[in-house]
């Protein structure tokens, strides 16, 4: 099955790399000889000019004065030259006045009628014949042509030459067409061995044996390919393995994980059920506590003497100091808890900052301070947010102002920035300011600035921290600037999200 | 303070096992003149609630032997005193506290500790939500006629999912 | 199958190449050896010339006695071609050189009227003027000058201060038909009482009463010079513009013994029997040929030629002190 595969490849291959080797080698050296030859005949044409024209320079003063006994031994002495085979003077008629040949000359006795032709041609002819170069040219001097010469030239060499190159090129093409066989079929071996290895290497792989791999020693693209595919199936080995082994830490993991989350529940539970009967032990006195206060103020228990209604006020104010810690720990854990939802519903900010400035208004002027309200009127009549959250974040920000100056005003500022897609809520009071260090801090739980003020600030030291939290739950965040002394300044950046009704219904 | 005078002549009974909570309790309604009776837990308001049927009952939820719930289901599993409007008056002010006892049956729900001074008025609102056919009457009548004998009659109508027939 | 197709592509592409090969190579020949076969044609003495420009028109043919042909004409056909454009309204088409071997050829030549120019210096003129008739009609200012002289000289350790030291002593002379190279020495020799005999060689005996000369060769008057300074002669006579135009160095080892009296450089001459008005043409031609630049390049190459002018005291008068002279010799 693989050979049958296989064998007609490795053919083809060595086929068609024989025949092009072969075909290519023999255009090569056909060429070549072709130019060899081309270039001999040049070669021989240019030598046949050369001797012309030395014949010429030495015979042409003989011509001019016909002296027959030395030009018959000029045209003689061309015979030490083996590639001249023949010699011929013609005078201005191309009467043929010498000539020479050597002994096998065909041309001995035949009837020469060249010269006319000679004498009459301004330039050399030349006369290729099957073992000569006939070369002949007119001797001219002044206006005068005075004879001409011509020679045989001998294209033995040339012959010579062609022989030796075509033996050569045929011994170059044999041997490159053996040796191109044999690389051949070396080649489409080395080419189809490693794809059989390959092949089949990959046909186990497919049936799932992962185990081994192919192994190819040959350094080109079917290395490079073994390479790859050895490489992809350890990958895919290691891959198995590790999926293997994630499946089993899953579900390892998952059952660690169901513990946990009932563990998590239970605690989640236990916190809760334990906050609330805190809250429970808690509110139980206190119920007592302000209860009686209040029934002893309002006279329940008989009149009271003007001393005694202060303890009675006194008590009942700790008393309530003691619930407000209550609930805003009781709202602080539920925030963390993660049980406060933030609603997304349509809001009209306007019309609460509106409804909010009335209270914190009264509450500003109980305390001797200016209440100060802006809005910027680009800020959107409707809005989507917590409105209640949101009522909460300000008017906690505004009690801690309140809370924290004695003298001069609290402003509240509200604007959009539309750019940055949000909205802006700032609290500034004229109040005792935080120190640098505790800028940091302030947001954190009963962090309060100790202040030098005999009044004391009442508070749970939690409005911030719940405001915070709030603030980050409905998306936004908040930070605060501040110089000792001079005033503090809270910032709310919420986002800006518009309501699609352009009026909110109420 | 003189608001505390003009309290109507009601009928309450008060189950609460703290002594010093019920005392609270029972001065603020007292305060208000109103008729008070009580009982230190389930079983003792069981008991009272058989020769005596108050405009309402304010009931504690966390209490030894016999708690809110349970009272609350022995005052309404007795057809006498079913539909007797019972508040819960409970320490507990987690969220979903109040949405459970109003879905367990209770008819209101107070958390503790209460504002003395506005007590009056919750319970006003939670009975007047109840008997929704007399508010004109009921809004009117504790100043207009603080003498006039109580008119237990109309805040005792049976609960708000029984359509009164009365006026 | 396969095997079988690839052996008979291979094959066929072989046998295809092998074709290729032997018809790309001529069949193998055998050198040749080298043997003459004399194959003697009838000649006459006289060259084959040809006007190839035309054969109906008439031919205007300049003489001159030259060695070797194929050296001279191409200085010749130039000046042949120009005078002969300049006679075409005389019906002269072709200008043609004629190189005669000897003087002797030259006058017979000259006697058959196949030559109409020739040039040569006064001796030779004269000669040809005496035997062949031919006219003078300008002066030629061959290499440059108007006039030469001969210079007589000896090497310095040849113990020859003057001419009268000549005596039994061997002067190298150029040629019988030279001017400067004969005629002009041997005349002023003889004009000093001296008696002047060619001798077959260098090393011939000569009398203490005469002065001995050979002639080197013709056509080459440089080496007279070499053969005095090699010591084969000891004296020698050239033309002064031979002698001047010597190196320095060279002429240090030389000592001038005397100069012969000036003559015309070279004279042109025409047949007796070419009509006037040809003449008169060929004159006017020459006169003015050394003012175009087209003239001046024919006549540089015509051997140096600077210009043609008239004999400042006409052509007989010329040829009459030559012939004074060489009375004197005789």
Redesign the interface.
């Given at each position: 099955m693989i050979n049958r595969a296989t064998w007609p490849l490795a053919i083809k291959l060595t086929l068609v790399m024989t025949v092009m080797i072969v075909l290519t080698v023999g255009a090569v050296t056909l060429l070549s000889i072709r130019r060899e030859q081309a270039t001999f005949r040049t070669d021989l044409e240019q030598q046949g000019e050369l001797l012309l024209d030395s014949l010429t320079a030495s015979g042409a003063d003989l011509l001019y004065r016909l002296q027959l006994t030395s030009l018959q031994n000029l045209i003689g002495g061309l015979g030490t030259t083996k590639a001249i085979v023949a010699g011929w003077v013609y005078d201005a008629q191309g009467h043929v006045l010498a000539d020479a040949f050597s002994p096998d000359s065909p041309l001995i006795g035949a009837v020469d009628d060249s010269g006319k032709n000679l004498v009459d041609s301004p330039t050399t002819v030349f006369n290729w014949q099957d073992n000569q170069l006939l070369a002949g040219k007119a001797v001219v001097l002044g206006r005068q042509t005075i004879g001409a010469f011509r020679i045989g030239l001998s294209t033995a060499p040339l012959e010579a030459k062609m022989i030796t190159l075509r033996d050569e090129g045929l011994l170059v093409a044999l041997v490159a067409s053996l040796t191109g066989i044999v690389v051949s079929i070396l080649l489409s071996r080395t080419l189809t061995e490693p794809l059989r290895i390959l092949t089949s290497a990959t046909e186990r792989a497919a049936q799932g044996d992962l185990s081994q791999t192919a192994s190819i020693r040959s350094h080109d693209e079917v290395a490079i390919l073994a390479n790859s595919f050895n490489t992809m199936v350890v990958r895919l080995r290691t891959t198995i393995q590790e999926m293997q082994q994630r499946t089993d830490e899953v579900r390892r993991s998952e059952q660690e994980l169901k513990a946990a989350n009932a563990l998590a529940q239970e605690s989640v539970r236990l916190k809760s059920e334990f906050l609330s009967a805190i809250s429970h032990e808690l509110r139980t006195p206190l119920n007592a506590i302000l209860g009686f206060s209040d029934l002893l103020l309002v006279g329940m228990f008989g009149p009271l003497n003007e001393q005694q209604t202060t303890k009675v006020s006194r008590l009942k104010e700790n008393g309530s100091r003691l619930l407000l810690l209550i609930n805003d720990l009781l709202d602080l854990s539920r925030i963390e808890a993660g049980r406060v939802e933030v609603q997304q519903k349509p809001f009209a900010p306007h019309l609460l900052i509106d409804h909010l400035t009335e209270q914190m208004e009264s509450l500003a002027v109980q305390n001797s301070l200016i209440f100060e309200k802006s809005v910027d009127p680009t800020l959107p009549e409707s809005l989507v947010g917590d409105e209640q959250r949101l009522e909460q974040v300000i008017v906690n920000l505004v009690s801690n102002a309140i809370k924290f100056t004695r003298e001069g005003s609290i402003s509240l500022k509200v604007w959009p920035d539309t750019a940055a897609q949000r909205w802006l809520i700032s609290v500034k009071d004229t109040g005792i300011g935080i120190p640098p260090h505790a800028l940091d801090t302030i947001f954190e739980e009963f962090r309060q600035v100790e202040g030098g003020y005999s009044r004391p600030y009442q508070g749970t030291g939690l409005g911030l921290a719940i405001t915070r939290n709030l603030v980050r739950l409905m998306g936004g965040k908040i930070s605060v600037t501040s110089t000792l002394d001079v005033g503090s300044t809270f910032l709310v950046e919420l986002p800006l999200v518009v309501a699609e009704m352009s009026k909110p219904t109420i | 303070?003189e608001n505390?005078n003009q309290g109507l002549p009601w009928q309450a009974l008060v189950v609460e096992d703290?002594p010093?909570?019920l005392?609270?309790?029972v001065?603020?309604l007292?305060?208000q003149k109103m008729t008070v009776r009580t009982a230190r837990n389930g079983f003792e308001a069981i008991e009272a609630l058989k020769d005596f049927t108050p405009n309402f009952v304010l009931c504690d939820l966390?209490m030894p032997d016999m708690n809110g719930w349970q009272t609350l289901t022995a005052i309404r599993n007795n057809s006498k005193t079913a539909l007797i409007p019972v508040i819960a008056l409970?320490?507990?002010?987690?969220?979903g506290?109040r949405e459970k006892a109003l879905a367990s049956g209770f008819d209101g729900y107070i958390?503790?500790?209460?504002?003395?001074?506005t007590f009056f008025d919750t319970l006003k609102v939670i009975l007047g939500s109840i008997v929704r056919q007399i508010p004109a009457t009921k809004d009117k009548k504790p100043t207009t006629a603080p003498e006039k004998t109580a008119e237990p009659t109309p805040l005792t109508t049976p609960p708000p999912g029984q359509n009164n027939t009365n006026k | 199958m396969s095997k079988r197709h690839l052996v008979a592509i291979v094959l066929s592409t072989l046998s295809i190449f092998l074709q290729a090969c032997s018809s790309a190579t001529p069949t193998p020949a055998t050198a040749t050896k080298q043997t003459t076969n004399a194959n003697p044609a009838a000649a006459t003495m006289a060259p084959t010339t040809q006007a190839t420009s035309s054969v109906a028109g008439k031919t205007l043919t300049i003489g001159e006695i030259a060695s070797s042909p194929s050296a001279t004409i191409p200085k010749f056909q130039p000046l042949a071609d120009y005078l002969a454009a300049s006679l075409a309204d005389a019906g002269y088409t072709a200008g043609a050189v004629k190189i005669a071997p000897d003087f002797d050829t030259m006058i017979k030549w000259l006697k058959k009227d196949e030559i109409d120019l020739i040039f040569d210096s006064p001796y030779p003129a004269m000669i040809e003027v005496d035997q062949a008739g031919v006219k003078p009609i300008l002066r030629r200012w061959k290499g440059g000058v108007a006039i030469y002289s001969t210079i007589l000289f000896a090497r310095t350790d040849s113990n020859i201060q003057s001419i009268g030291d000549l005596k039994g002593k061997m002067l190298a002379l150029e040629e019988p038909t030279s001017t400067s190279g004969y005629m002009l020495p041997k005349a002023y020799l003889a004009a000093a009482g001296l008696q002047i005999v060619e001798k077959p060689s260098v090393d011939a005996p000569v009398a203490s009463n005469e002065v001995g000369y050979i002639f080197v060769r013709p056509d080459n008057d440089v080496d007279i010079i070499q053969w005095v300074l090699s010591g084969k002669t000891p004296a020698g006579a050239v033309n002064s513009t031979t002698f001047n135009a010597f190196s320095a160095d060279g002429k240090k080892t030389l000592v001038v013994l005397g100069e012969t009296e000036a003559v015309p450089r070279h004279i042109a001459m025409v047949r007796s029997d070419l009509e006037s008005s040809v003449v008169d043409s060929i004159k006017a031609t020459l006169l003015k040929m050394d003012s175009t630049s087209a003239g001046q390049a024919i006549l540089t190459q015509f051997e140096k030629t600077t210009k043609f002018d008239e004999f400042p005291d006409g052509a007989a008068a010329a040829l009459a002190r030559m012939r004074e002279l060489y009375k004197l010799t005789q």
């Open positions: - | 303070m505390g703290e010093d909570n005392e609270v309790i001065a603020t007292r305060w966390a409970s320490a507990y002010a987690m969220v506290d958390t503790k500790p209460i504002d003395v001074l | -």
